[in-house]
């Protein structure tokens, strides 16, 4: 079992940053790929943005490229998410997720075995 817990999470001002961590028990195969996801009250969970290890390769949903930044330090087993620019519509429950679906790039929650509990951020305007 691969454990994971968010942390970064808290209120902010519009136009302002947060950054999101996500320790991991391990960096293996089984977490070649990370990613965070959010959900807000009423609607359904997205993908924000993902990492593959295996490739280097990152992406991102629309609503998120340029503001939003992914990236893991492997030596700490840490996936992190730098968020700039915040806006009220990016409050949310955000989660971190791991997992080795091949195409685990595309966002979609079925890729991923593993979650965390989740971090709270609040965006006011």
């Known amino acids: 079992q691969v454990l994971l817990a968010e942390s970064g999470g808290g209120s902010v001002q519009a136009g302002g940053s947060l950054r999101l961590s996500c320790p991991a028990s391990?960096?293996?195969?089984?977490?070649?790929?990370m990613a965070w996801f959010r959900q807000a009250p009423g609607k359904e969970r997205e993908g924000v943005a993902a990492i593959d290890a295996r490739s280097g390769a990152t992406n991102y949903a629309d609503s998120v490229r340029g503001r939003f930044t992914i990236s893991r330090d492997n030596a700490k087993n840490t996936l992190y998410l730098q968020m700039n620019s915040l806006k009220p519509e990016d409050t949310a429950m955000y989660y971190c997720a791991a997992g080795s679906g091949f195409w685990c790039l595309r966002l979609g929650p079925s890729e991923y075995d593993y979650w965390g509990q989740g971090t709270q951020v609040t965006v006011s305007s």
């Open positions: 391990e960096f293996t195969s089984r977490t070649a790929c």
